[in-house]
């Protein structure tokens, strides 16, 4: 008895241990290597650099301007989640008003997005895409509008592919605030707009902030719809990040200090915000 | 008192953008298969099922990405779902050490498909990799090629994906595990229960729903890890890592047959409906059996 108990205590004690491990030299080795040269890094790869050198960073930011790209992904982010938002709590809160079978159908039309995998919709999109452009560009009276290497172009398109996700998560929850209290704002003679901004909304804020840290996770870490439609113009992070691979091919320390770079705005946002992160990622991942 | 016609604009903006780029372009792609568009001339011919019939019967590199696939999504299904479980059970109590450890191991989770793909080709890497380093310690100087040898290549990219998602799969349990009634236990424990026998009776029934999700959710991911595998190995050595996903984006975007690639996407699309079917049942009988 004594003996199987301790050895319950070793095994966890041992199996926590080595996961521990195995979670964070790899996490370790991206700090310390971008502060390395990458003569210390080929020379000494398990000691910490010394002395620390930024010169990575520098090249990055210096060199390649690697900033662009940074405030290209911040608005892309920024834009994106704004209004995939604003769009999913209408469409929730059309759904919830409405009910009945038109409710049911509306949800399961934007449900129905969930079920298509990104790579069936590119092609045909990469199609549209370019047909749209040429007609934006035939037409007189249209705004000469590209989707190709322009942020407002990728917005609009990643807007269009997240709105999905973001009613099905929205509407799950907006379906518990109890109907009767719609209703009888509106004997009171409220509009529906003043509803939705002031009722449903405010009641929904659980959801709407567990979606937009699903979303901002998403966005700035997408890299497939960055990589078919931006240039050098839109360039995100996540496309620098894989251009500077092509570029220096096995030089760590600097592909560690775009790593770096991508990942340090999460990492602080998901240390500050634990716990609406956790619940933000876990309720995108209980879609299906 | 039902809400004015009115309420249907709430719908417009999201319809509308919805409308044309998700659902129009997932029907124009069924009919882009059954042509030889080469997605930049206007011009191209209706084929019937020829794009099919090559895909299924001759295509070798297509047959290769879909075991790669399957590969994959055993790989990563398994160990996954396993890690994840036995993790959460170990720190499925809410102690300060438990909570830094779930904090760290969520982690990965947050992090760009680009930068794990990155993180794990440095670790693997065969000149000046993180893990040759530190097997040459323990006097290990010829390791595997994980990237390199064609027969471990898919397993060493799995694994970063198992490393990257653990963390979050192990919440979800963890959240399963925490609904149970503690009293559940206490019976358990008087009833002179041992530690297995209360996994298999107790805890493992009541947590199989949760076990359902992580399953069906990590085999929709193994199909989605088009950013993983093309970050890290671009489907190579040798299409030894080629997976649907990459395959269809290598066709359509650098060899430009949109046509055929397309096809190639129904067919994904027709794969992954029908694992998703078998699994349903399948955990379904588990559940009830």
Redesign the interface.
Known sequence: MFRTVRRWINLRTISLFVFTVVILVPLLTVVSASLKTMRQYVMEPLRLPSPPTFDNYRDLFVDYGLHRYFVNSLVLTFCTVVLVILFSTMVSYAIVRVGGWIGTLLFGLFSAGLMIPAQVNIIPLYGLVVKLESWFASAAWLPDLKFRDSLPGLIVIEVSILLSISVFIITGFMKTIPRELFEAAAMDGSSEWWMYAKLAVPLSMPSIASAAIFLCVIVWNDLLYPLLFTGEKAKTLTMALMMFRGEYESNFPILFAGVMTVSLPMVLAYLFLQRWFIAGLTSGSLKG | ?K??K???L??L???I??G???????F??LY?SFTN?D?LSAGYEFVGFRNYRNLLMYDTIFAKSVVNNLKFMLFVVIGQTT?SL??AL??VRNTKANIA?R?????????????VA???A??Y?S??G?IK??LG?FGVQNGPGWLADPDIAIYSVAFAQV?AHT???M??FI?GLQAIPADLFEVAAIEGAS?FQTFRLVTWPLIAPAAA?VI??TT?QS??A??LV??MTRGGPNNATEI??TF??RL??QSYK?GY??AA??L??VF??AITIIQFKLLRTDRTG
């Open positions: 008192m809400p004015s009115g309420i249907y709430f719908v903006p999201a319809l953008l919805y044309i780029f998700v659902l129009y372009p997932a124009y792609g882009v568009w997605g890690l036995v993790f170990f720190l450890l904090t760290l191991y969520f982690l990965p989770t947050i992090l760009a498909s680009v930068s990155f993180i794990w440095a670790m890497d000149n000046f993180m380093a530190i310690l490393w963390g979050q799969l919440i979800i959240a530690k999700i069906a959710y929709l199909f989605k088009f950013d093309f970050a649907i996903a269809i984006y359509a975007f949109f690639a397309s996407s129904m994904f699309l992954v409906a």
